[in-house]
């Protein structure tokens, strides 16, 4: 089988790992893939949202199967495009993509389904966004509508901090259209998990847990990032919590969609908070989340192309989806500056792949024969283990052996675990 995998940063990495796994896969096609990723499939320099030419590509080298793993090309209907040739995709439409690219839409759809999410106010004028927040809760949480690369949510700590973000959002366009129109939420408190869902439109299949760390300092310091790193499972996610969930979020949300007329097939992802009132949810994607793919799919015992293809074809109930019983730890390590102003061009020596050690690569280039950075996030160090604290040993020992001189990873992924479990 020749397969195509849109994207290009470490989460495409591993699904391109998991991938190769199975022995009818003849060529994998990255589209645009990076440095890294050359090593383990084709990388063509066609970018993730150039859906004409993604299609043609596709056509024109008789691919069998396709990925689409970035939110934007699955907003933007690669996969009505790709399927109209008559090309089976792994990932949602576009009709049901929305579902992470409004988050008007995806409250409004929790409000009228009953699905338990924070209470919330949405806006298209700024003046009367400014006017709401004179009296409301603080924090509070102000979520840009649209894509905003995983940075358009401001947990605002005091009145003057959530004026600003509306004032950044809707007047001065700092996520451009995204920020037209704003949701102003209730500030949830409680553990974060991200649960990720292998959906046909009709069968749900739970991946393992996974704990993400979005602040770009020890000791959840510092502004906040794409994700420096995961853990999974969650140890906060039990497995009461987990019928829960199922019962009240998981497939209550792929019945709605239906109901909407808007089928999702693909990778549904889960950001959940453990309130003192039960799980509610912050919010949706319509896709595999980075970095959690790095400690997920390294757990995943059953075949990841035949699971994708089932959810293709609606027939998941017939495939079996098991995961290990151990635990995987990722760290990234990003550019120094990073999520700021940073260098890219920095020489990286990477360890080799081992049965329990990977390097994803998120943002590298090839120079010469070897690699340099090319990016904020550069790599997804990834450990797995029989339990968490042998995991994140692993992965740390495996950051001690990555020479990337301008490289920086925080010290502590999976300290918060480490104390649940401890509890």
């Known amino acids: 089988m020749k397969i195509l ?7 495409e990495h591993a699904i391109i790992k998991k991938l190769k796994e199975n022995e009818t896969v003849e060529q994998i096609f990255a589209l645009p893939g990076n440095g890294g990723i050359a090593k383990d499939a084709t990388c063509v320099p066609i970018g993730a949202k150039d859906i004409p030419a993604i299609v043609a590509f596709a056509r024109e080298n008789a691919i069998d199967f396709a990925v689409v793993a970035p939110d934007d090309p699955l907003v933007l209907g690669a996969v009505d495009a790709l399927n109209a040739e008559g090309i089976p995709c792994f990932g949602p439409k576009a009709n049901a993509a929305i579902i992470e690219g409004s988050k008007v839409f995806s409250k409004n759809l929790m409000k009228k389904y009953g699905i338990p999410t924070a209470r919330y106010e949405v806006f298209t004028d700024p003046a009367s966004a400014l006017a709401y927040l004179e009296d409301a809760p603080i924090p509070t949480v102000i979520k840009a509508d649209g894509l905003a690369l995983g940075k358009g949510v401001i947990i605002a700590t005091s009145r003057e901090e959530a004026m600003a973000a509306v004032r950044s959002m809707m007047e001065e366009k700092q996520f451009g259209e995204s920020g037209s129109r704003v949701v102003i939420e209730e500030f949830l ?21 996974s704990m993400d760390h979005k602040r770009a300092l020890d000791h959840d310091e510092g502004l906040n990032t794409g994700g420096m790193g995961t853990v999974a499972p969650n140890p906060y996610y039990t497995e009461e919590i987990a019928k829960v969930c199922m019962e009240t979020i998981f497939l209550p949300t792929v019945r709605a969609m239906n109901e909407e007329g808007r089928p999702f097939q693909g990778c549904l992802y889960f950001g959940l908070m453990l309130t003192p009132d039960g799980p509610k949810v912050i919010e949706y994607n319509c896709r595999f989340g980075d970095p959690e793919t790095q400690v997920v799919l390294p757990l995943l015992e059953s075949d990841l192309l035949t699971v ?12 079996e989806v098991r995961f290990s019983t151990g635990s995987a730890c990722c760290v990234i390590m990003a550019s120094k500056g990073y999520p700021g102003k940073y ?17 994803y690569v998120a943002g590298a280039k ?5 690699l340099v950075s090319a990016g ?12 968490l604290p042998t995991a994140i040993q692993k992965a740390y020992e495996r950051v001690g052996r990555v020479d990337f001189a301008n490289g920086y990873a925080r010290s502590d992924i999976g300290a918060r675990a480490m104390l649940a479990l401890q509890k």
Not at 191 to 206: I, M, N, W, Y
Not at 308 to 318: I, K, P, R, V
């Open 308 to 319: 994708m293809q089932a959810c293709a074809s609606g027939t998941l109930a017939d495939v």
């Open 376 to 387: 904020g996030r550069v790599l997804g160090v990834t450990a797995v283990a029989d339990d």
């Open 366 to 370: 090839k120079e010469g024969e070897g």
């Open 189 to 209: 408190t409680g553990p974060e998990v991200s649960v990720l869902a292998f959906t046909d439109g009709k069968v749900v299949r739970p991946m393992v847990s």
């Open 343 to 359: 260098e890219s061009g920095c020489p990286l020596t990477l360890p080799e792949d081992d049965a329990d050690g990977f390097i």
């Open 5 to 11: 995998v849109v994207g290009g940063g470490g989460r």
